[in-house]
């Protein structure tokens, strides 16, 4: 029955890519077209073979039943809604990193039901074609956010890409969402930028600093290599959210800072033990 | 001519393990003695092989030509000054995260010669003897320091330990090598003592928080499983340098939430395009 099955990817980077390449490898995808505005990221996808071919949004939107929108989420919550206005039976999948404002922009759109979205938590600190990977999703975890405003089977069809993902799926509101990721990515991301200026700043004076640096610092420092494209919108998106918690988590190494210069050794000692309780999250 | 060679490891943990476990490997040394305060240790290392025999300091000093100090920094600059009293051709090799203060404690010391200050830049966030790991220290940077201090003799036979650990070798005054530490080594698990306590503290009242905790969370965050009776006395003995950097790192975060409490995107984009030149430093 299902003659032809086109995906649409809008926007191919490490997300984008690396879907694309899962979807060829299942084959469950019958043509997969590229839309992309960087003229560079447009020639690596087609040499790298992520996308059989790349078009302009208004071919994409036309030739293809799903549509996944990999771009920023500046440019998705910009896209969004034009996207929509075009779509009948296609379902439109938004895999990015912030949902509040996002689903704001489409609330009241009269195909919402088309809109899923997605936010698939993976990743690395690379970007652009490149940086795709095969299997990057697998075992790993798919947030459907207000799922339950979407159709039933535009739902089905974008629960089936997260199963060629071969993912897990968690469901929750935007709200929720939005909080979460602040505290469990965005922070992990500021906290490396600002780990990674204050070294680099030393390092002026200090030429030999990077001599000793290990895999510890190598491990808390690797986010510093995102893409300040994608994460100044992210930032942006999830403005409330990342200042509250950028605020506790300043707060906390004031605590810190105020036990070692006080040398409270004993309350030091409690709150590295205090912890050490983050054992029974991560292996 | 060299009939035998004991090694005397002090403090049989991660560290004294590992080099223990290698020095048997390369049949460096003809037996090994551990020396360890805390019984649950001693017979986990005569259990998993680490050591031939367990024996109290005194018979250590007495029965080994090599005396390697892998306790926490504070126990080390307690027990150097007392192992060098009884020290005659042997060497003593402090393998601790600090420096300025041991050496401090050692300075005068009629056997200074017999002493060699090094650290292994080399680790995991686990601690005791069943973290001890084969290859933990191959290819990684053995520092050491004021290194013109120690009888040649005693500098050699210590830098074969160091080859037998396939280590490439670095040199630095207590100076240098304290402030390098704190730069790209201990405010590392500064920051991650900090963000495992944030989001702990947030799941109290959203307990789902860690459902999305991905690898990028996993990776500032890891640290976190450090051992606070060895991180609290390193703080404790570098805590100029810590204040220093930690001062310096809240300020950066500081930039972040100004810019983004401004809604100042301009800033905030260069600020992580900045921090992404810690590509030159890391892969």
């Known amino acids: 029955m299902q003659k032809e099955l086109n995906v649409a990817v809008i926007g191919i980077g490490l997300i984008g890519g690396s879907i694309a390449m899962r979807l060829r490898e299942t084959e469950f995808a019958t043509r997969i077209f590229g839309v992309d505005k960087n003229e560079n990221n447009q020639k690596k996808a087609l040499q790298l073979g992520l996308v059989d071919e790349i078009v302009d949004l208004e071919t994409a939107i ?3 039943k799903i549509i996944l929108l990999t771009v920023p989420v ?3 919550m910009q896209l969004a809604p034009t996207i929509l206005d075009k779509v009948n039976e296609q379902v439109v999948i938004d895999m990015g990193s912030t949902k509040i404002n996002i689903l704001h922009s489409i609330e009241n759109h009269p195909n919402r039901g088309r809109y899923i979205a997605a936010h698939p938590m993976a990743g ?5 074609p490149e940086a795709a990977i095969p299997n990057l999703f697998k075992g790993k975890v798919m947030v459907y956010v207000e799922a339950f405003k979407t159709d039933e089977d535009a739902f089905d069809l974008a629960d089936s890409v997260t199963e060629q993902l071969e993912m ?6 935007a709200e929720e969402h939005d909080m979460h990721t602040a505290y469990v990515s965005h922070i992990s991301h500021i906290t490396s930028f600002a ?11 200090q030429g030999r ?3 000793l640096a290990g895999s510890g610092f190598e491990s808390t420092v690797r986010l510093a290599k995102s893409s300040p494209d994608m994460w100044t ?5 999830n403005r409330e959210n990342v200042l509250e918690v950028l605020e506790e988590h300043i707060k906390q190494l004031q605590d810190v800072y105020r036990n ?3 040398e409270d050794y004993d309350s030091l000692h409690k709150l590295i033990k205090r912890s050490n309780k983050i054992k029974r999250i991560i292996r």
Chains 1, 2 share one sequence.
């Open 209 to 211: 600093i990077f001599e």
């Open 62 to 64: 036309e030739k293809c």
């Open 260 to 262: 070692l210069k006080d």
């Open 168 to 173: 897990r799926s968690v469901f929750m509101t």
């Open 195 to 205: 780990l990674a200026l204050t070294v680099l700043e030393k390092e002026k004076s």
């Open 124 to 128: 690395t600190e690379y970007s652009g």
């Open 74 to 76: 500046d440019a998705i």
């Open 233 to 237: 919108p992210i930032l942006k998106q």
